[in-house]
């Protein structure tokens, strides 16, 4: 019985290049879209972290500035005529008051501190995601003018496309390195008054 020969399509070796040069373009765009990905998460997680962070800055500030009325108040009484007994009472009060204002500066500075990292690291992810976000718009733009080269024959494409590609791939370099910049205009000067409480 004769041996039936399946035909196999064999195309011009200049479309195998272009379909290698295309699949390649692709996977960069999956890597750089995964990065912008990446990238957007982190500065949602970052701004969330930062903003909480904040707040426990002011509640800090809060306390801080409870604990000022009272030592005002206990220094008023003490410039009355409390008894002995009073006054060690106030006294010790006030010392105690003193101190937990000297805690709450410190650990206020450290979270200041933290959250105004935390607003860095958002901004550099921020930055980052906005760069991969145009790297992959030039990756897509690449891809469609290589193809128009099977379409058309044309070589005008795949150089325009292979341009555009390398622009697409220094874009994504550029955004994977990305540094934001400063920040001090979006956190709390170290100086500021602490929220007043509410008379409510």
């Known amino acids: 019985m004769a041996e039936i020969e399946i035909p196999h399509g064999e ?3 200049g479309e195998k290049r272009v379909g290698i040069l295309i699949a390649i373009i692709a ?7 995964a990065l912008g990905h990446d990238a957007a998460n982190e500065m949602i997680v970052d701004e969330v972290k930062a903003s909480n962070a904040f707040s426990w800055y002011q509640a800090k500030r809060q306390r801080e500035y409870l604990n000022d009325i009272e030592l005002r108040r206990i220094d008023i009484e003490l410039a009355g005529n409390p008894t002995p007994a009073q006054g060690d009472a106030l ?3 006030a010392s105690d008051l003193r101190k937990k204002n000297d805690e709450y500066r410190k650990e206020g500075e450290h979270i ?3 959250a105004r990292q935390l607003g860095l690291d958002a901004r550099i992810a921020s930055a980052r995601n906005d760069g991969f976000d145009h790297a992959e718009i030039l990756l897509q733009v690449a891809i469609v003018l290589c193809s128009l080269t099977l379409l058309t024959e044309s070589r005008v494409f ?3 496309g292979l341009a555009v590609a390398v622009a697409g791939i220094v874009a994504g370099g550029l955004a994977f390195n990305r540094k934001a910049g400063p920040v001090a205009a979006e956190t709390p000067p170290a100086n500021a008054s602490p929220a007043r409480p509410s008379s409510h």
């Open 91 to 93: 006294r010790h009060l």
């Open 158 to 160: 795949l150089r325009i």
């Open 11 to 13: 195309g011009k070796p």
């Open 27 to 33: 996977v960069l765009l999956a890597v750089v879209g």
């Open 112 to 114: 200041q501190a933290e």
